[in-house]
Structure formats: C-alpha cells, structure tokens
C-alpha cells in the first residue's frame, strides 16, 4: 500500500538534491487517490522530524536526518560497482553486548546492517562475505552514518574457521535467482508494452513497480559471484535502470499535464 508519506519520500528522493515543489506532491498524491489536505500534513509531519526541509517557499528536499539514507539509496543504480572478487574471508558486526530496549534504534541498526547485506548468525552476531570494496573502517563509518552504535564492533573474520554452507544458508539463494529472472521479465514486460489509458495509470503502475524494483536493488546483499548468478543479476540491474528511465518519463508527462506552465 502506498501512503502520502512514502510517495511524499520517495518523489523528493527522486529529485534529490533538487527541490520538489508541493504542487507537484500534490498532482502526484491524487494519482493515489490522496487528498490535498493529506498530503499537506505528511509534508509538514515530515518537516516537522526533519525528514524534509523547505527548500524556498513551497519547495522541500531532503532533511538533516534523512540525507545519509537519501545518500545509500541513491546509490543504488551503481550497486554493482561496491563489489570486488571474494577472497572467503567474511566481515562480522557484533551487537550482543549494545542495549535492546530502544525499538526504534534497534530498527533503525536493522536496516543499516540489511542495507550492507548483513544477515545475522547468531544472537547479535551479524555476517556478510567481505566482497565489497570498502575497507573495514569506511564500511563501519557508513553503517554508522545509517544508525549502528558506535560501540559496536566490526571484524573481519577468517573464512577458514567458518562453515561456508552454514554461512551461505542465512540467504534464500534460490529465491534471490528467481527473484533476479522473474523481476527482469516483468519490469521489461510492461516497460516494452504500448501505454494504453491515462498518463494517471501509466504513473501509478509504473510507481508501484518501480518503486518495489529499486527497493529490491537497494536491500540486495551483493553476495559473491560464486554464490549466484552474476548474469541475472546484472540484468535485473539493468532493467531496473532502464525501467526507472522510463519511469520518469511517465511521470514527466503527468507532470506537464497535470501542471502546465510549471516551472
């Protein structure tokens, strides 16, 4: 389900660091069934957690607590350029010992860790295989930037004193190779089919697809090649890409009639 905050989120995300101007919030919430009024209230709930920012009278971009998330999914069309081959070794977060009775920064350390492709092991023990090419420090600093406790302790471990099997089951391998294929066919399907209807349809469709594609993209854990197909997910990357493209231009359109003469 789609709600005015996500859509309010996701449109300013999308502009980023170009400002988005309520007017266009607006056009676009309608596209969701979503009143004015509803959506003057996200943005200025919104403003008011520092999630957004105004940007000049009736524009916003993205607030102070919301930039270096902003930046890790923006990051997401060069995911493919974070890895490296895989010598066996493993990078290891361990929490254990950090409090537990914060929900919301345990939530917010959750996502930080599943951004980066932790899964975790045992009890506050958190894994990846150390593929990416951030050396250990950057990598603590950008889990940091998104929420891990400082006092939390990253290590790199030996892959030699580490049941691969073991390790390799935390994934749903096979569900991420069908996932790569079935995602690829279907982004490609309706991308390549004639627009049929309203530019309002055409937006909502392609939001809601594109939106769950590019999520997929963000929270992929960018496992070895050894362990998937590197192909398939490569081209699930590149028909996100070329989907999100499209995309834009649905919108775009929206946009020019929806608001003719914006600026």
């Known amino acids: 389900m789609i709600i005015a905050?996500?859509?309010?989120?996701?449109?300013?995300?999308?502009?980023?660091?170009?400002?988005?101007?309520?007017?266009?919030?607006i056009v676009a919430g309608r596209v969701f069934a979503m009143t004015e009024n509803s959506m003057r209230v996200a943005v200025a709930r919104l403003a008011r957690d520092q999630l957004v920012q105004s940007a000049g009278r009736g524009f916003y971009r993205m607030g102070s607590a919301a930039v270096n998330l902003a930046q890790e999914i923006g990051a997401w069309r060069q995911a493919e350029n974070r890895m490296r081959d895989w010598g066996g070794d493993y990078w290891v977060v361990y929490?254990?010992?950090?409090?537990?009775?914060?929900?919301?920064?345990?939530?917010?350390?959750?996502?930080?860790?599943?951004?980066?492709?932790?899964?975790?092991?045992?009890?506050?023990?958190?894994?990846?295989?150390?593929?990416?090419?951030?050396?250990?420090?950057?990598?603590?600093?950008?889990?940091?930037?998104?929420?891990?406790?400082?006092?939390?302790?990253?290590?790199?471990?030996?892959?030699?004193?580490?049941?691969?099997?073991?390790?390799?089951?935390?994934?749903?391998?096979?569900?991420?190779?069908?996932?790569?294929?079935?995602?690829?066919?279907?982004?490609?399907?309706?991308?390549?089919?004639?627009?049929?209807?309203s530019l309002a349809a055409a937006a909502e469709a392609s939001f809601r697809l594109g939106d769950a594609a590019i999520r997929a993209v963000v929270f992929d854990p960018l496992l070895p090649v050894s362990w998937v197909d590197a192909q398939q997910r490569q081209d699930f990357f590149a028909e996100v890409r070329a989907f999100e493209v499209h995309g834009r231009g649905i919108w775009e359109r929206y946009f020019e009639q929806a608001l003719p003469g914006r600026s």
């Open 5 to 25: 905050r996500n859509l309010i989120l996701d449109l300013i995300l999308a502009r980023h660091p170009r400002p988005c101007s309520v007017r266009e919030l």
């Open 95 to 197: 929490t254990a010992d950090l409090g537990r009775s914060d929900r919301t920064q345990l939530r917010i350390m959750g996502r930080a860790l599943s951004l980066a492709g932790f899964r975790e092991w045992r009890r506050g023990l958190y894994v990846r295989p150390d593929n990416l090419r951030d050396e250990l420090d950057v990598l603590r600093a950008r889990l940091c930037a998104l929420g891990l406790p400082s006092e939390a302790l990253c290590l790199r471990l030996d892959g030699a004193s580490v049941a691969t099997a073991e390790v390799q089951a935390l994934w749903p391998l096979a569900d991420l190779q069908r996932q790569y294929r079935e995602q690829s066919e279907r982004l490609r399907a309706w991308r390549l089919q004639a627009t049929d209807g």
